[in-house]
């Protein structure tokens, strides 16, 4: 099982970035996936996630209408549309897999983690 997650690096705030995660070694269709972040100091927060299928979406507080999370099951990889970028998002960003349908905050629900990627918005 591999998740590699991917598209981090250095942004001035109000620019954009798009972070992907490419899955294998399981069947990717089958899973929710979920988007964590931990900052410099801090426990890891939740950020978003998408179901299966990639219907109805969540998203943390912090980040909703800047953040969209969707996924292409065809091509194993789902993503996270990263705009309107503040410092205070900075941290490294993690991609999740939740085995079942359904999305959930809950980071214990999530079987398979990547290995995350760094995200910098400073001027």
């Known amino acids: 099982v591999q998740l590699q997650a991917s598209g981090g690096g250095l942004v001035q705030p109000g620019g954009s970035l798009r972070l992907s995660c490419a899955a294998s070694?399981?069947?990717?269709?089958?899973?929710?996936m979920g988007w964590f972040r931990q900052a410099p100091g801090k426990e890891r927060d939740y950020v978003a996630a998408i179901p299966w299928s990639g219907g109805t979406t969540d998203y943390a507080d912090s980040v909703k209408g800047r953040f969209t999370i969707s996924r292409d099951n065809a091509k194993n990889t789902v993503y996270l549309q990263m705009n309107s970028l503040k410092p205070e998002d900075t941290a490294v960003y993690y991609c999740?897999?939740?085995?079942?349908?359904?999305?959930?905050?809950?980071?214990?629900?999530?079987?398979?983690w990547g290995q995350g990627t760094q995200v910098t918005v400073s001027s």
């Open positions: 999740a897999a939740k085995p079942s349908y359904g999305w959930t905050s809950r980071q214990s629900a999530y079987d398979y």
């Open positions: 070694g399981f069947t990717f269709g089958s899973f929710a």
